[in-house]
């Protein structure tokens, strides 16, 4: 038994030989065995497994033989097309590879709990099915190979958020608690003042109840606690009662009985019923993942008041960029998580809990006549932690900082300031083995470290808590990715000098996901709401194999002109944009009916409210535009057809490298989108 790389694959190969003899004749039978290895024959983002397998194994088959048959399977059970497509499976070839698409969570497979270092993390396991049928060239032999190879992800961070679905006239704080996996079971509920069981709240009147996903696969907790109990605090403000609990869910991993905790604060303000009865206007709010929703009821006093969003005045500006909506006797508005009037309180996990003020006040006197305010988690990319060792963090102001400079911050080295910043936010670019990241082993894990703080001397000057957020990463230990390669046999072959010639670039737009329909020509302008994704194909007209289509830069702008101000960068350098909270998404291209060469062609989605920071400008119609190059695919050395995502630098200071090179670009733009509002 012996590991054998085939086509940059690690597969483990085990040959036997029996000898039978009999008097003058003997016979001698040869066979092969080969399994692919979990190291080097996948990859795995946060949203996808790639699995690779040699197109031909030559320990299993030997001259020259054809790949005739390709079929795909879970758990030993073979899978038709349509049944792939709808699980969302991929299944395709190139020269070298058959490859298999997954995405995390799909169907066939399963997700299970963990708990590190105090921390709720889940993987995804499946077990996917090959079968491959090879026929030699001139006869009718058949090779019939089948390999059922079990794959886990590493450790997932769980986006688990603590809900606040309270409605204080209902006099009850309610919450919701999740999504946990189905192998999590809640213990008990830590208040103030004691610690009670399940089956102890309930008999409290707390009613704590589990909510199963049709499919059993995951489950959230609910809680509702009365404003009457003794665990509930009570605050009174002018005519406002403030109802605040404090508690923490203790959980286990079953069946590992594996502890974890998770803690959460609630508040809810309730209007004095005799106070209510003075015709005094109410506000009320709720939010989701991205946006305050304001609803305020006018009453008796009717529209006589002026509205401040924070700290600034309902101007008619303002209004517009919060798209307020009125009928005489309600006004409503939608403000953004990004917006400036909202206050960042804290970092929780994944997330920031926001805060908007809202405040009614009377225009004669400046007196205000009512006082409201909303918090909500928000769900946020604080941390990435890459193959090849780089790590970004996001370093957010909070309120309680007020006179900081994120400019400022830094991580453990000094030296090593943020790659961009602004007023709220200071992004770093940094390496395991630079400005003072430190390591330390865990079972099968390394995890790398580090801190975003203020140098002592400035933080000294400052009359103001200490700023200290922490970066961590989890790597595997034991996984090895391989590389394959080519050596090229001697230069008597000339290759194209990229980004040259007559070639033909277009972007389509998709009706979804899939990309098997597109809009035609005469469907612009295409109307879209603020919150709906957009999927673009930018495609090379060419039946060239030998080249390649790469995404130098991409834009959205007001008109026709791409150089027009103002524009949203969300792709750049070839690179999502890293300054922008709503990443555009990369999406694979496999062969098809349509598409012969997958290089010829780039997808992504845009998020619709990724332009919405910038609403002032926006005049709800933009067109999207993109700078391409064109690549020799054997001779992508220079340039813009070498593509490093990991070192944003250039990105961060807006540098455009392939114009620095002195290649040119093909242009392609979409036509007129006409964005809705909900």
């Known amino acids: 038994m012996q590991v054998v790389s085939v086509a940059g694959v690690p597969m483990t190969v085990l040959k036997t030989s029996v000898l039978f003899e009999k008097r003058w004749r003997a016979t001698r039978i040869d066979a092969a065995a080969a399994c692919p290895r979990m190291e080097g024959s996948v990859t795995f983002t946060p949203k996808t497994i790639t699995w690779f397998l040699p197109r031909n194994i030559h320990p299993l088959i030997s001259g020259r033989f054809d790949l005739q048959e390709v079929h795909m399977g879970v758990d030993g059970e073979r899978l038709e097309p349509a049944e792939m497509a709808a699980r969302r499976y991929s299944l395709s070839a190139n020269a070298a590879h058959i490859i298999v698409q997954i995405p995390v969570g799909a169907a066939g497979g399963y997700f299970k709990s963990h708990v590190l270092d105090g921390l709720y993390l889940t993987t995804y396991s499946i077990e996917p099915m090959l079968e491959l049928l090879w026929t030699e060239n001139g006869s009718q032999e058949d090779t019939r190979y089948k390999v059922l190879f079990p794959i886990t992800t590493p450790l997932l961070t769980g986006p688990l958020q603590v809900t606040d679905h309270t409605v204080p006239e209902e006099r009850k704080f309610k919450v919701l608690f999740g999504p946990f996996v189905s192998d999590v079971s809640l213990i008990n509920i830590t208040f103030s003042s004691e610690v009670l069981s399940v089956s102890d709240c309930n008999a409290r009147g707390y009613n704590v109840l589990e909510h199963m996903s049709p499919n059993s696969r995951s489950k959230v907790f609910t809680l509702e606690v009365p404003f009457t109990d003794g665990v509930v605090k009570q605050k009174k403000e002018a005519e406002t009662t403030i109802y605040s609990l404090h508690f923490t869910f203790g959980l286990e991993v079953l069946p590992e009985h594996a502890p974890f905790s998770h803690t959460a604060n609630l508040e809810a303000k309730l209007v004095d019923k005799l106070a209510d009865l003075s015709g005094l206007p109410s506000v009320f709010g709720d939010c989701d993942n991205q946006y305050f929703y304001i609803l305020v009821k006018y009453r008796a006093q009717g529209s006589d008041f002026e509205t401040v969003v924070g700290k600034r005045a309902l101007t008619p500006d303002l209004a517009r960029q919060y798209r307020v909506l009125e009928n005489g006797t309600h006004l409503g508005f939608t403000v953004p998580f990004s917006s400036p009037d909202v206050a960042f309180e804290a970092i929780q996990g994944s997330s920031i809990k926001g805060r908007l003020d809202i405040a009614l006040r009377n225009p004669k006197n400046n007196e205000f006549i009512k006082q409201f305010s909303l918090a909500c988690n928000f769900l946020s990319t604080l941390t990435e932690c890459h193959p090849n060792g780089t790590m970004t963090a996001l370093a957010v102001k909070l309120e309680s900082v007020p006179n900081l400079n994120p400019a400022q911050l830094t991580l453990r080295d000094t030296a090593c300031g943020p790659s961009s910043s602004d007023d709220r936010f200071a992004y770093f670019v940094f390496t395991g083995s630079s400005c003072g990241t430190t390591r330390k082993f865990l079972p099968n894990m390394m995890v790398y470290e580090n801190e975003i703080s203020l140098p002592d001397e400035l933080q000294s000057k400052l009359d103001e808590p200490d700023y200290e957020l922490k970066v961590s990463c989890f790597y595997h230990i034991n996984r090895t990715q391989a590389v394959t390669f080519h050596p090229r046999l001697g230069r008597s072959e000339p290759f194209a000098e990229n980004a040259k010639g007559k070639l033909q670039v277009a972007m389509r737009l998709a009706l979804d996901a899939s990309y098997s329909m597109f809009h035609s020509d005469e469907d612009y302008p295409i109307a879209t709401f603020l919150h709906q994704p957009l999927y673009f194909e930018v495609g090379l007209k060419s039946v060239n194999p030998r080249v390649s289509l790469e995404l130098e830069s991409c834009w959205a702008t007001l008109g026709e002109d791409g150089t027009s101000q103002p524009r949203w960068n969300f792709i750049t350098n070839g690179c999502v944009n890293p300054t922008d909270l709503y990443q555009v998404t990369f999406h694979p291209v496999g062969v098809d009916a349509r598409v012969q060469y997958p ?69 392609a733009s979409s036509g007129l989108i006409v964005i809705i509002n909900e």
């Open 599 to 667: 290089s010829h062609f780039k997808r992504f989605e845009v998020l619709m409210f990724a332009f919405d920071k910038d609403q002032k400008n926006l005049n709800h119609q933009l067109l999207v535009h993109c700078d391409v190059v064109i690549c020799d695919a054997r001779n992508q050395l220079d340039g813009a057809c070498k593509r490093d995502c990991s070192n944003q630098d250039n990105l961060i200071k807006g540098q455009r490298r392939a114009v620095a090179d002195g290649l040119g670009f093909r242009h």
